[in-house]
């Protein structure tokens, strides 16, 4: 465990959320550690985690045995280790190597089927946390923010959206790519293909055209009775729920006069229907203390859970608190079971914390080999082995 | 976007041409001349226009410690190689560069001035600023002080935003960028507005160029105040060698006679920026100060090499033959009371005249530079703020006589400490406080015009929770450690603490309290103390 790389510190518990600043890679060469995987017994479907951490290893997580059953090395650096699944949940597409590379990787065997270097010539690429898989798992997108290094000079780029074809083995190119708002953390695709991007507002880019639009309002909602949002979030969860969803932090105001003194802050979510499109905001609760993630329980959307150094759950109807536990360190990337009846807390140090969802008991910890999490954020789903 | 490793190595690489080895006299400077040395190590990439003018380079203007800070970052980001085509050293083609772009490309004295703090590592200093927009956009991730002590064309106040972005995309993503559209912000306000404010040129800047430089050879009488040890007095003799270098040999006391002496070297930029290196005792010290246009004073600090939060605001005035009071140590007395005063100045001739109801009970010692009196003051000594006079020399403001300490201001009011040690990098950072004394004057009340500020007096000191969140989380276990005489804060081991709650750092937010008995009476003052991470990367200028 580093215990230099902490991106939280006490600044947030003064109320202050820490911004995305400590990135931290180590060299690193290597290749698959192959794991144990085909030697598990039980072929029926369950649920798997997968998450990355440092230097620069792809986990799979055997949920039910609570253990890692394959661990991955990947060439490069750290960061931000953010994870996409293709639909079939045999291939894990990550960002790192310092925010610019991109592996398509065969989370069983460790076989890296697609790579892409995002950075070319004089153009350096970054990616702050924002992968996406097509539902057909043909297509993989990022959100790259290009600044071409002149001989004397930097120029930032335009962002766009890249469009990398999944079958084009080890040294794909993008094959389209769009205009794009600047900004952009997390993304989602719809089940009609939409590419959803979480950025000031959260917008909706049609893959085929690119034509952009706001599918949700967020900071230029322009409500009278609220204050600017603040969405900080680099941990696309939700794919469980089919749904993309990041959590905001506002003031609601008494009246028009907009004082801040007499107002409420809150905390609220935006998500987006990922079957239907249809998007949704709403207040769940109080905000008395930082939260860095948070994700609706999948069997009960009316119950929504945040984590940073608690772990909270809301009654999302009633706006209240129902349960919240200190935590034996901050997580930043919380995620649950298929059928809702556990929480995992990932991010940060390099163990997962296990909880159980009704009670906020904590069930166990899963170790990881090797160092943190960071940014990285966990994907978890259900397939045979 | 920041690498740990990568850091490491930038700050070795900055400490290793900090203020200390980049500005040391004893190095010698490259034999071929600065022209030839950007020929040969900047051409690469930077072209030259017409009218010899370079690229980017010449258009900028900054404080020797701004100059090698880029030319350090070209060196790691953009493996530059610092050529001298005469065959000497890298490192000294380096220095010679800082030296020609410090000379020829520098700030005006008065263009610097309002932010000496950040080249004297006053890192305490509250900044204010008048545009919130400033604020955010520069000056939440450094100081506004790093960006105001530049002077720069449009364009390349506008290359500087495209750097900034570049280099650190994430600033865009943080709190106070993700809130706007920061890169459209910057281009469209903040580069216009900086380049109206702080443009290439300026009057102050082609006045200065055409003025004479003094030079700064002679005997120094050094007065000084070192938070958390009290009043200085000393002499600094410094010898003139080639290129503005000069030789430094410094000897002074502290008030309770512990001596602070040693020597070194210095190096004279822009014709008024004073950098020294000195040893005492164990001890690396840096000196940054300012020389005055007539070469009569210099100011500025002296602080310790690897422990900038201690050191020594200091005010150096050159010997002449005039006779010159130029401080009281301590500035106060009691009336009613009895005190030990040291007059300081130079070729002090004469008697002391300390003003009615001031009388001087013994004089203990006398030399030229300094004369030790006993002095009593009257019950009915007049309240205030007095000149004394020794000799033919007057100094204003020299004393103030008060009755009664009513109250306690601990100063700073607001200080961060930061973790460190425990096997990391970085050392503890210790926060240094001291306990001013207050009178509330005539009426009594604090807070009026008549308050007196009377000065720095011996306290107990402890810390206390600054909340209930403190209190909570224990702050006062874990953060670290108060000197109970001296007014020192020792903040804890760096690294994560199984032992605290999520095993946070040993953070704290602290009250600090000062706090005196006068006759069965305490009388008690707070303060503000953050004490958090390390800070990895510690430029010249933060």
Redesign the interface.
């Known amino acids: 465990m580093c215990r230099h790389t902490r991106l939280y510190d006490r600044a947030a518990r003064a109320g202050r959320v820490a911004m995305l600043t400590v990135l931290v890679a180590t060299p690193l060469a290597g290749c698959a550690d192959k794991g144990d995987a085909s030697a598990q017994a039980n072929a029926g479907p369950r649920d798997f985690l997968v998450v990355m951490n440092r230097p620069n290893k792809l986990n799979l997580v055997d949920l039910k045995q609570r253990k890692v059953v394959n661990s991955c090395d990947l060439p490069g650096d750290y960061g931000p280790g953010t994870v996409a699944m293709s639909p079939d949940k045999r291939t894990a597409y990550v960002l790192t190597n310092r925010f610019e590379n991109i592996y398509g990787v065969d989370v069983d065997t460790c076989e890296i089927r697609f790579s892409a270097r995002q950075s070319q010539g004089d153009e350096r690429v970054k990616s702050i946390g924002s992968i996406a898989v097509s539902p057909d798992g043909k297509e993989v997108y990022t959100h790259q923010n290009p600044t071409r290094l002149l001989i004397d000079r930097y120029e930032v780029q335009d962002a766009r959206v890249a469009v990398f074809d999944t079958s084009a083995g080890l040294e794909a190119r993008p094959v389209r790519t769009f205009p794009a708002p600047r900004q952009i953390t997390i993304m989602a695709v719809g089940k009609d293909g939409t590419l959803y991007m979480g950025g000031r507002d959260i917008y909706a880019m049609n893959m085929q055209t690119g034509a952009t639009t706001v599918a949700l309002a967020s900071q230029s909602r322009n409500d009278p009775l609220e204050s600017l949002r603040d969405s900080l979030t680099v941990w696309p969860v939700g794919d469980i729920n089919d749904e993309m969803v990041r959590m905001y932090s506002a003031a609601q105001y008494k009246d028009a006069s907009q004082d801040l003194a007499s107002a409420d802050w809150v905390w609220g979510f935006e998500r987006v229907d990922l079957a239907t499109g249809a998007v949704e905001t709403k207040v769940f609760g109080p905000l008395e203390v930082v939260l860095f993630s948070g994700m609706a329980r999948p069997s009960d959307p009316n119950q929504f859970y945040g984590v940073l150094t608690q772990l909270k759950k809301f009654d999302v109807a009633a706006q209240k608190e129902l349960n919240s536990v200190d935590l034996e360190h901050s997580y930043y990337c919380i995620n649950f079971s298929t059928d809702g009846s556990e929480v995992y807390l990932a991010g940060t140090f390099n163990d997962i914390a296990v909880y159980d969802a009704d009670t906020l008991k904590k069930l166990g910890n899963i170790a990881l080999q090797g160092g943190d999490m960071a940014l990285a954020n966990s994907r978890v789903f259900s397939r045979a082995l | 976007?920041?690498?740990?490793?990568r850091l490491a190595r930038v700050s070795a690489l900055l400490a290793l041409l900090g203020t200390g080895q980049a500005f040391a006299a004893t190095d010698t400077p490259a034999t071929s001349s600065p022209q030839e040395i950007i020929a040969a190590s900047c051409s690469g990439?930077?072209?030259r226009d017409g009218e010899g003018r370079w690229?980017?380079i010449s258009d900028q203007r900054k404080t020797p410690e701004g100059w090698q800070m880029t030319l350090v970052r070209m060196q790691i980001t953009h493996k530059a190689q610092f050529i001298d085509p005469a065959g000497g050293d890298g490192d000294a083609a380096l220095r010679t560069l800082v030296k020609y772009f410090a000379d020829t490309q520098g700030l005006a004295p008065q263009e610097r001035a309002p932010y000496s703090f950040i080249l004297e590592q006053e890192l305490n200093t509250i900044e204010e600023h008048d545009s919130e927009q400033f604020r955010s956009m520069c000056a939440r991730c450094h100081t506004g002080a790093r960006v105001l002590l530049q002077r720069r064309t449009e364009d390349e106040w506008r290359?500087l935003?495209?750097?900034h972005?570049?280099?650190f995309?994430?600033a865009?993503?943080?709190?106070m960028?993700?809130?706007r559209?920061?890169?459209g912000e910057a281009l469209r306000d903040v580069v216009p507005d900086l380049a109206k404010k702080y443009p290439l040129q300026t009057d102050a800047w082609t006045q200065w160029q055409a003025a004479p430089k003094p030079a700064l050879a002679g005997r120094w009488r050094v007065l000084g105040y070192m938070p958390g040890r009290g009043d200085f007095s000393g002499v600094m003799v410094t010898g003139a060698q080639d290129g503005d270098r000069y030789t430094v040999v410094f000897n002074g006391q502290f008030a309770d006679g512990e001596a602070l002496s040693g020597s070194g070297s210095a190096i004279v930029y822009t014709g008024y920026e004073w950098r020294g290196t000195l040893k005492i005792g164990d001890e690396s010290y840096r000196q940054v100060m300012a020389a005055s246009a007539d070469g009569a004073e210099l100011t500025g600090r002296m602080f310790q090499r690897d422990h900038d939060e201690w050191g020594l605001r200091m005010r150096a005035v050159r010997e002449t033959p005039r006779s010159e009071l130029l401080a009281v140590q301590p500035g106060f007395i009691a009336a009613g009371g009895e005190s030990l005063l040291t007059l300081v100045g130079i070729n002090l001739d004469g008697a002391a005249d300390l003003g009615p109801g001031l009388k001087v009970l013994e004089e203990v010692s006398r030399s030229a530079g300094q004369i030790l009196l006993r002095v009593a003051a009257d019950d009915t000594a007049a309240v205030g703020v007095r000149a004394i006079r020794v000799g033919k020399s007057d100094l204003p403001d020299a004393i103030t006589v008060y009755k009664g300490m009513d109250r306690l201001q601990v100063e700073p009011a607001f200080a961060v400490g930061r973790v460190g040690g425990d096997g990391?990098s970085q050392p503890v950072v210790q926060a240094i406080f001291d306990a001013i004394a207050w009178s509330n004057g005539a009426d009594g009340e604090a807070g009026t015009q008549d308050d007196l500020r009377i000065g720095r007096v011996a306290a107990n000191w402890s810390v206390a929770p600054w909340n209930e969140?403190a209190t909570a989380?224990q702050d006062v276990r874990f953060a670290g450690q108060m000197d109970k005489d001296d007014g020192v804060f020792t903040p804890a081991g760096?690294?994560?603490n199984p032992e605290r709650?999520?095993?946070?750092?040993n953070?704290?937010?602290l009250k600090v309290i000062a706090s005196v008995d006068r006759d069965g009476q305490t009388i008690q003052g707070d303060g503000h103390l953050i004490v958090?991470?390390?800070r990895?990367n510690n430029p010249p200028i933060r």
């Open positions: 976007m920041l690498n740990i490793g990439c930077h072209a690229f980017r290359n935003v495209h750097f972005l570049g280099q995309p994430t865009e993503y943080q709190m960028g993700r809130d559209d920061w890169l990391g969140q989380d760096a690294g994560p709650k999520y095993q946070t750092n953070a704290g937010n958090t991470v390390q990895w």
